[in-house]
């Protein structure tokens, strides 16, 4: 066995090892949402003696599911809209306008990311409590507009740079105006970024349990994140329900990612390069 087929056998090992560290714990929930709160205290690691999906519909009943999931739907559907709009747009103007002010709002915004969000946590939500804007969904909304800009015009800035200047010329020689040259000649063509901005940002938001827990107060307006954690009291814990609950919240989620996977790595690239 030659050296570099050696080699080839420790990486795969290796690779496959650090694989099953990362799945075993999604693999532990999987199994315990099908047995119930003594059988995991007893063993948490064995199989159940029979697979009944009773703790999904429970779960389902105690989370009200449906209602959960239409709110998380909403909140993600209309945070991630404004960011890919707003950040859009905004990336476009600091490329094409050369003014000096551009600059310094880029780089404020950039660094703003290394900002954490539990530094301006409490007086965030003082101030908004104050302006009597908590327990509403459009309030979190527009928090996520602001967390999630700085990152995503970042994204579209590097990516708005590779496109040639000469295609919107064209358009304007059309007659097309500035407007709608961004929007049918530009915006087009940042599909790809766009996509990862999507997948990602989708990611987080879906979820997210710290914002919304300090937001979304009534039980009405809770996301599925907010639901789960209401399995878990102050002494007690129902850990079929709540493994049975994880399973519910996040398997859209993880199906939408891995549908749309291959174009997150692709994007990254494509924006930073350029």
Known sequence: MSKKVYKDYIKFFIVLLISLLYILPFIAVIINSFKTTNDIMANPLSLPTKFSISNYIKAAEKMTYLRGFLNTLIITFFSI??????????AYLFVRKK??????????????MIIPFQAIMIPLVKIYGTLNLLNNMWTLIYMYWGFGAAFAVFMYHGFIKGIPYELEEAAYVEGATEFQTFWKVVFPLLKPVTTTI???????????????????ISAEKRTLQLSTFYFYGTYTADY???????????????VVYLILQKNIINGILKGAIK
């Open 99 to 112: 003014w000096k002010l551009n600059r310094l709002v880029f780089s404020l915004m950039i660094a703003s």
């Open 240 to 254: 079929g329900l709540a493994m049975a609950a994880l399973i519910l919240t996040i398997t859209p989620i993880i």
């Open 198 to 216: 999507v997948i990602l940002d989708g990611l987080w938001i879906w979820n997210d349990f710290l914002l919304p827990s300090l937001i979304l």
């Open 81 to 90: 809209g404004g960011i890919v709009v707003f950040s859009a747009m905004t």
